[in-house]
Structure formats: C-alpha cells, structure tokens
C-alpha cells in the first residue's frame, strides 16, 4: 500500500481539473491551503487546497477540493459495519468536486474520489477506496445524457464488463431522493469499500474514474454553456 502515491495523484488530478475549467471560463479559481491543528475530535493533523470560483464567466459557483486528514482513533461511524477496525489510527484523503454553470442548459455535476486507511501496529494496514460522478441536468438532453455514461462505462471497462452496471445501480440507489421519490439527476457511478483484489488494482480503478471526469462533463459544459437563455429558464 502506497498512499504517498495516492495523495501525489489526487493533488495532480485537482490541478489537471482546476486548469481546465479556468481555460474555459476565463476566470482563476481562488486557491486556499488550509491546516487543521489537533482537536479533541480525535484528529491528530489535516490539510488540503480548496479551489473555489464563484460568479466565473461559466460557472455560477464551483469547488474542487483536496483533503488529507489523520486521526488516532476511527470514529465511531466509520467502524459501524468493520467493529475489528475499533480503535485504530487512521488516515483519509480525496478530491471532491461541484460545479453550477450559470447556464441552466449545462448541467451541474459532482465528482468525488477517495481512500481511507486504518492502521494498527504489528498488522497490515486496512484501506478502501471509494468513487462517483454524477450528472444533475435541469433541461435534460439525451445526447449529453448518453455521452456521460459512455464515458463512465469507458473509465470502467478496462477492469471487467461488470463494474459499469454495478456501480451504475450503486449510484441510482445512494442518489434517490425518497422525499421526492425521484432520482437526482441522471445518475453516473459510484463505489466505496473497494480493496479487492489488491491495492495496485483499486488505485487503477480509482485513477480511470478520476482521469474520465473531464472527458465526460467538459464536452457537455461547452456545448450547452452559451445555449440562449433567460430569467424564466433560470428561475426554473
């Protein structure tokens, strides 16, 4: 396990998106490194590079974040369904993203990837990674809806034809609104837990899902982003 390697390609891919989308808008995201001191929450250090843009040329409000936090003792949340994992330090680091394009046309999209690490001395480190993107239309269009599962399929195909309807379900399953009895947006994928069948493999899985986000939302963004508009469709 190698989680150098997993912060060093989280902190890249938060850059390779960031620039992006800056291309696109016109405007720079506003960079802020933060770090968290201990507390008495049980985290012992933390830090991360909040990337924010808001009132940009394309996007109303965006933010993608990296964060990187430790901890003596997994909380009690995390440990719910692995009880063995009690008491152990842990570490967790992730990129999650969300962007709100001023135009109602383009749609706006999340995007998260992620590990956490449970550690204890004498045995082997626990870890899991986890991963989504999903797309929240509010004027629907079949071919952005096609071309954003296609590339969600592609960031998965490499590692099996099962992975894509699986976590496509895990997606419409953990995004259903039961207040609402709808589903947010159209879907995309998700996964968590994942550590099987060893550590090189999650990472790539992991990888694939993060290097496909700006295949399948950029040519979305820029082909509805200057769609004529007005209040009404706004207001919707």
């Given at each position: ?13 938060q850059d390779r998106i960031v620039a992006r989308l ?101 045995e082997a480190p626990v870890f899991w990674f986890g ?77 694939s899902v993060g290097d496909h986000f700006l295949s ?21």
């Amino acid at each position: 396990m190698d989680s150098a390697a997993v912060k060093n390609y989280l902190i890249k891919l938060q850059d390779r998106i960031v620039a992006r989308l800056e291309q696109v808008d016109g405007k720079q995201f506003r960079r802020d490194s933060w770090d968290r001191p201990p507390d008495r929450t049980g985290i012992s250090a933390g830090g991360g590079i909040s990337c924010i843009l808001e009132e940009g040329n394309v996007l109303e409000r965006g933010g993608v974040a990296f964060s990187h936090v430790t901890g003596d003792k997994m909380p009690p949340s995390a440990t719910a369904h692995r009880p063995e994992l009690a008491g152990r330090r842990w570490e967790a680091l992730g990129v999650s993203l969300v962007l709100h394009p001023r135009n109602p046309y383009a749609p706006t999209v999340h995007a998260n990837v992620r590990m956490f690490v449970a550690m204890k001395d004498g045995e082997a480190p626990v870890f899991w990674f986890g991963g989504s993107m999903d797309l929240t239309p509010y004027y629907g269009f079949a071919e952005d809806a096609v071309h954003f599962h296609q590339a969600c399929r592609n960031s998965l195909a490499p590692f099996g034809d099962g992975l894509y309807p699986k976590y496509k379900k895990w997606c419409d399953d953990y995004f259903y609104l039961k207040h609402r009895q709808e589903q947010r947006g159209i879907g995309g994928i998700f996964f968590d837990d994942l550590s099987e069948p060893d550590f090189a493999t999650a990472f790539a899985i992991q990888q694939s899902v993060g290097d496909h986000f700006l295949s399948a939302y950029m040519p979305i963004l820029e082909r509805r982003k200057d769609t004529p508009c007005s209040e009404r469709e706004r207001n919707f």
